[in-house]
T-cell receptor, first 110, second 114 residues
Framework: LAKTTQPISMDSYEGQEVNITCSHN???????ITWYQQFPSQGPRFIIQGYKTKVTNEVASLFIPADRKSSTLSLPRVSLSDTAVYYCLAWMDSSYKLIFGSGTRLLVRP | GAVVSQHPSRVICKSGTSVKIECRSL??????MFWYRQFPKKSLMLMATSNEGSKATYEQGVEKDKFLINHASLTLSTLTVTSAHPEDSSFYICSAPDSNNEQFFGPGTRLTVL
């Protein structure tokens, strides 16, 4: 399970694109990169997962360079409701075990 | 997506009593479930892995006699906080992976020990 490092907090404004970068220098060959979103007093919610290159779904994009030592979560045109904590995790498919880092507290301002 | 529920959503108890928290996978079976604890403005801390039909695996520093875990069926795991103390007050969250290895988290249980 690779250790991940993210910025503690980020500020943005409504309508802007937000990019949160996570470093995972010792990521293992079998590790996937997964991002979760958590609102106060709620359980984390899955956002996106990838192994390499780029993954896009209806809410976000995930960019992973060839060396996989970092990844960037991209949230297009954020709204106030995107204010939350975002966690980046590198985990091995067969182990299921998720170890959360400190996360990034995103504040979207009007 | 799959749904994981927790019950109760919040509980207040007196110091010295025991509290049971249930975690259910509503539309899928989970041979493994996970229990986390989260203090205010902190990250989730993995406490233990709940295994259906066998003993739970606890993370370092988590007292197994304090936090009893029972994975009674493929859809239910319970966490019992025994002899609760105010420092056990926290937000407890469970998760379960579905057949595609995607983890789904419960809504959490807010425990307050007076």
């Amino acid at each position: 399970l690779a250790k991940t490092t993210q910025p503690i907090s980020m500020d943005s404004y409504e309508g802007q694109e937000v990019n949160i970068t996570c470093s995972h220098n010792n990521i293992a060959t079998n590790d996937y990169i997964t991002w979760y979103q958590q609102f106060p007093s709620q359980g984390p919610r899955f956002i996106i997962q990838g192994y390499k290159t780029k993954v896009t779904n209806e809410v976000a994009s995930l960019f992973i360079p060839a060396d996989r030592k970092s990844s960037t979560l991209s949230l297009p045109r954020v709204s106030l409701s995107d204010t939350a904590v975002y966690y980046c995790l590198a985990w091995m498919d067969s182990s299921y075990k998720l170890i959360f880092g400190s996360g990034t507290r995103l504040l979207v301002r009007p | 997506g799959a749904v994981v529920s927790q019950h109760p959503s919040r509980v207040i108890c007196k110091s010295g009593t025991s509290v049971k928290i249930e975690c259910r996978s509503l539309d899928f079976q989970a041979t493994t479930m996970f229990w986390y604890r989260q203090f205010p403005k902190k990250s989730l801390m993995l406490m233990a892995t709940s295994n259906e039909g066998s003993k739970a695996t606890y993370e370092q520093g988590v007292e197994k006699d304090k936090f009893l875990i029972n994975h009674a069926s493929l859809t239910l795991s319970t966490l019992t906080v025994t002899s609760a103390h105010p420092e056990d007050s926290s937000f407890y969250i469970c998760s379960a992976p579905d057949s595609n290895n995607e983890q789904f988290f419960g809504p959490g249980t807010r425990l307050t020990v007076l």
